[in-house]
Structure formats: structure tokens, C-alpha cells
């Protein structure tokens, strides 16, 4: 199975406590690891970030701390803005920053066109000057010249090479998870690399379907909400109603004739 933690009925608070008891750590190894000072993780661990200076620099203080004591920073801020009203409204830049002074632009002048209409008549007779004394020896010759045609010549009947199927390994070590939200959930899943599949909330009656080479990882803010096929096999998840789960999936296992 994995790690599960219940998140229905404790508030942010409790849970980043509950965790950080659960990982053996005290107040002060985690105000060392986050830079925190204690009394703001002490606010924290009972709802209250009147320390913090602000919702902002709380939901940043909130994100450490998770992931100091093992919890995901990501799910947690989310489960954070879901008891506190949904995330802060984005700050505009110009309520934050205001010029001091004006900057003057220097004026662009425009190009002198007396003088390049000079040089151009200058060119246009010495060409001509040119021409009439170098006579029939100099006249472009255009039926020496090629056009090279902007696509390369094909053989007919030349078979065009398709490209290759994947490889058979490849194919075997793929695997497969379809998700289906009954409730609406915030739903993480990364590959055996790390990198990203999925992250945000799956609406209700909302699917999908990721696949990736060796493993899948999903994260479940609300495993009950959820229901997974993996491989094309029905999981049962075993999950109360607000658990939180993290459980990692592999290829279908092959057997052997």
C-alpha cells in the first residue's frame, strides 16, 4: 500500500504536526531544515499564521514545512487554499512596483534619403558606364544557368521507408493507469523519471489516461473519489472518505510459457 493520511477532518495545522511527530523530528530540527523561525511553526501546527506577515508568505511557510516532514508541498498548499477560502488573487505588477522618474528615450531620426539617393544614382551610371563599354562580352549569359528545384528528384517506383514499430521490450515495460474522478480531487502522477504526467484537480465525472515506461506514480488528495485501472485491471484502493494516498504502479507482468 502507501502512505495515507486523513485529511477530512484535520485542518492544515494538524496534519503538518501529525507528520512531523510521525517523522521523529522536533520544532527545532525543522525550523533548522526550513529556515523558519520556531514560533511561526508552532503558529502553523495550530492554524495560526498571524506570524507569517500575510496569506502570501503563510501559503510559502505551509509548502516548507510539508515537505520537511515528509508530506507533498504541492497537495498540502492545495488542501491549505481549499480550507481557506481557494488561492490569493495574483498581485499586478504596477500596484507593486512605481517608477520613480521619467526615462527619456533618445528621438530616432529618420535616414538621410538626399544622400542615399545620391549613392543610388552614382551606382546607376557607373553600372551603366560599364556596360556600354564592356560590350556583348559582358552581358549576363542566363541560358548556362540551372535552377535548382526546391525538391530533390525521386526515382519512380523508389519504395518510401516507413519508420520502425517500437521496439518489443519497449512495449512490454509501458504502463497503463486510467483514472476516473466520481468527485471532483486534486490528482498528482509522475514516470520512473520524475517528470510530470498530471497535476490539478480531475472534475467530477471527468477521465484520464497516462502511460509511461517502468512505473507510474500517482498521488490522491481523496483516494475514495477516485476509482484506477491499471493495465487494464481494476485497483482496489481501500481508502476512507478524505485519505490521502501515494502508490506507484509497474508493467503488467508477463508470464512465462
Same mark, same amino acid.
Given at each position: ?32 531544515? $526550513? ?22 508568505? $503563510? ?149 484520464? $489516461? ?43 507482468? $508477463?508470464?512465462?510459457?
Amino acid at each position: 500500500m502507501g502512505e495515507a493520511f486523513v485529511v477530512q477532518e484535520q485542518s492544515i495545522g494538524a496534519m503538518l504536526a501529525a507528520a512531523r511527530q510521525a517523522a521523529g523530528l522536533t520544532v527545532e530540527q525543522v525550523s533548522a531544515a $526550513t529556515r523558519i523561525r520556531e514560533a511561526i511553526i508552532h503558529g502553523l501546527e495550530q492554524d495560526d499564521g498571524s506570524q507569517c506577515g500575510g496569506d502570501f508568505y $503563510t501559503r510559502g511557510h505551509v509548502k516548507a514545512v510539508a515537505k520537511a516532514v515528509g508530506l507533498d508541498p504541492e497537495a498540502t498548499v492545495h488542501l491549505y487554499d481549499q480550507q481557506h477560502g481557494g488561492a490569493p488573487r495574483p498581485v499586478a505588477a504596477s500596484a507593486v512596483f512605481q517608477a520613480d522618474r521619467k526615462i527619456n528615450v533618445p528621438e530616432r531620426r529618420g535616414p538621410n534619403w538626399t544622400m542615399a539617393l545620391g549613392v543610388a544614382l552614382a551606382i546607376v551610371v557607373v553600372f551603366g558606364m560599364m556596360r556600354v563599354l564592356g560590350g556583348a562580352s559582358d552581358q549576363v549569359r542566363t541560358a548556362d544557368v540551372q535552377v535548382a528545384s526546391a525538391r530533390p528528384k525521386v526515382p519512380p517506383n523508389m519504395p518510401v521507408e516507413q519508420p520502425k514499430p517500437a521496439a518489443g521490450k519497449a512495449a512490454k515495460r509501458t504502463v497503463t493507469v486510467e483514472i476516473k474522478a466520481k468527485r471532483s480531487s486534486y490528482v498528482q502522477a509522475h514516470d520512473a523519471m520524475g517528470r510530470k504526467l498530471f497535476s490539478g484537480t480531475l472534475k467530477a465525472g471527468k477521465s484520464d $489516461t497516462w502511460s509511461a515506461e517502468d512505473k507510474v506514480s500517482v498521488l490522491l488528495a481523496d483516494a475514495s473519489a477516485v476509482t484506477l485501472q491499471v493495465n487494464g485491471k481494476k485497483v482496489q484502493l481501500d481508502a476512507g472518505r478524505g485519505e490521502m494516498l501515494r502508490r506507484s504502479f509497474g508493467p503488467p507482468k $508477463t508470464t512465462s510459457r
